[in-house]
Nanobody, 118 residues
């Protein structure tokens, strides 16, 4: 079992930055992909970003490329999502996940809400 706890969400204005954090614990494998997805009100959950264990591989949704950066600290079992130039359409609950595939995570956290106002 793996436990994931997200933090760092909040209310910000358009153009601002936020950094989300995710603390992982439990049975973690070094080969795990760690990543983020989000779900906006009334919409389906969508992939945001993923990283392999050493950051040598990263993948981003087109909508966040150039604005969001995923990073990991394996010593601390943490994964981060630096979000810059936030837009109203980035408003969503953001979830941290771990698994063997970018788009098919095995475990998810409970999420942290990000609200971007104009």
């Amino acid at each position: 079992q793996v436990q994931l706890v997200e933090s760092g969400g909040g209310l910000v204005q358009t153009g601002a930055s936020l950094r989300l954090s995710c603390a992982a614990s439990g049975r973690l494998f070094s080969g795990y992909i760690m990543g983020w997805s989000r779900q906006a009100p009334g919409k389906e959950r969508e992939f945001v970003a993923a990283s392999n264990w050493n950051g040598g591989y990263t993948n981003y949704a087109d909508s966040v490329k150039g604005r969001f950066t995923i990073s990991r600290d394996n010593d601390k079992n943490m994964v981060y999502l630096q979000m810059n130039s936030l837009k109203v359409e980035d408003t969503a609950v953001y979830y941290c996940g771990v698994g063997w595939s970018d788009f098919s995570m095995d475990y998810w956290g409970k999420g942290t809400l990000v609200t971007v106002s104009s």
